[in-house]
């Protein structure tokens, strides 16, 4: 069972996650990692709590979240679940300054309300009258507090959400990447044009100035001039160019002009396809998939 597992070409999602997981900690720093996802679990359960104790914070964030379309709901539950996806394998953002790590606490409460009314919900137990998400939410969250996970008793009862909301990651990047190309958003229909876009704004400011070394600018093909500054490297591959011009390529591409190695995306679907590209490669390399 388990050698056929290791040369199958159709490696479930939570089981590239596992194989990644394995081979990017070592083991004596898988309790750190443990530590580090309960103590985040804990929070956004006081945050939760904090919503559904002051009612004039859970109005706010309810009605920011229905004032959302549709399309900016799919995009924040995106990046709540990315963000577990980062948070679980720290080895894609090894500095934790990941730019979709951290969401600002408005848009924070909304998807913790979000999260929490999707896992609530009930289509069968629902009727015609308006749900009461408040007295359902609170119900919910008690039960889940009494639970094994929310108590906590073993790691495994910490991992396993984050390792669910990981996988669900990747079946929601295509999803979303489906809907769109059927939309016509991704240009050529194609559901592996979506999602595609500059490269984040924070690894742009992020990249270092370097002088010139008389090579030409692989964009504008002009030389960048010995010793003459306005010239920046690309990570991680090093390439030089001209700032201007890559300003200008990396607005609308997140790869490098020279050899297409890829940097952070600020799209959220663009950023996860990348990053399960990198996943199935660490899986890889522990012989976890073919």
Request: charged fraction near 20%; proline fraction near 8%; glycine fraction near 8%.
């Amino acid at each position: 069972m388990e050698a056929s597992h290791a040369h199958s070409p159709t490696l479930s999602s939570s089981e590239t996650i596992m194989a990644a997981l394995l081979s990017s900690v070592p083991a004596v720093r898988l309790p750190s990692l443990v530590r580090a996802l309960a103590a985040d679990a804990r929070r956004q359960r006081a945050r939760l709590a904090f919503l559904l104790l002051s009612p004039p914070h859970f109005a706010r964030a309810l009605a920011r979240l229905r004032s959302m379309p549709l399309p900016a709901k799919a995009a924040l539950l995106g990046r709540v679940l990315l963000r577990s996806f980062l948070m679980l394998l720290p080895a894609l953002s090894p500095d934790g300054s990941h730019h979709l790590l951290r969401l600002p606490t408005p848009d924070l409460d909304a998807a913790l309300l979000l999260v929490a009314m999707c896992d609530s919900y009930s289509p069968a137990a629902s009727s015609a009258s308006p749900v009461d998400w408040h007295a359902l939410l609170v119900d919910d969250v008690v039960r889940n507090a009494l639970s094994i996970s929310g108590l906590g008793g073993t790691p495994w009862a910490t991992v396993a959400p984050y390792l669910d909301a990981a996988a669900k990651c990747r079946r929601f990047a295509d999803v979303v990447s489906e809907d769109r190309a059927v939309a016509g958003i991704g240009g050529d229909g194609n559901k592996n044009s979506v999602g595609r876009g500059g490269a984040s704004h924070a690894t742009v400011l992020a990249l270092p100035t370097a002088p010139g070394d008389g090579t030409p600018c692989a964009i504008c093909r002009e030389e960048m001039a010995p010793g003459r500054g306005g010239v920046c490297v690309l990570r991680p591959c090093g390439h030089r160019f001209h700032w201007p011009c890559a300003l200008r390529w990396l607005a609308r591409r997140n790869t490098c002009p020279c050899c297409r190695a890829e940097l952070p995306a600020e799209d959220a679907l663009a950023e996860t396809r990348r990053l399960w590209r990198a996943v199935e490669r660490m899986a890889g390399d522990s012989g976890g998939c073919a």
